[in-house]
């Protein structure tokens, strides 16, 4: 049974960093695209930033130059970078794993941005 599991959620000041990881379990392919996406209160789900197999990424606008993915997949893992946040950062930040014909969903965690 496949699962995603996120971390590195919290509180943090305007301007501040945190760094996400989501590491699959129970996996038995290797994974093509990986992703973030994040969902604020009584807003839709948005894209924040995929990376390919090969390493190809790609990013939200709104997000450009403050946020780095990356992955390594020995471990399965994919991370989120995310510097000078700000406060419409805060959102439940969730991960996409694509496998074979389905994808995956960690269940998230909280990032919220206040001072």
């Known amino acids: 049974q496949v699962r995603l599991v996120e971390s590195g959620g919290g509180l943090v000041q305007p301007g501040g960093s945190l760094r996400l990881s989501c590491t699959a379990s129970?996996?038995?392919?290797?994974?093509?695209?990986m992703a973030w996406y994040r969902q604020a209160p009584g807003k839709q789900r948005d894209l924040v930033a995929t990376?390919?197999?090969?390493?190809?990424?790609n990013y939200a606008d709104s997000v450009k130059g403050r946020f780095t993915i990356s992955r390594d997949n020995a471990k399965n893992t994919v991370y989120l970078q995310m510097n000078s946040l700000k406060p419409g950062d805060t959102a439940v930040y969730r991960c996409?794993?694509?496998?074979?014909?389905?994808?995956?969903w960690g269940r998230g965690t909280q990032v919220t941005v206040s001072s």
């Open positions: 129970g996996i038995t392919f290797s994974p093509n695209a």
């Open positions: 990376i390919t197999g090969s390493g190809s990424t």
């Open positions: 996409k794993v694509q496998g074979p014909i389905l994808a995956y």
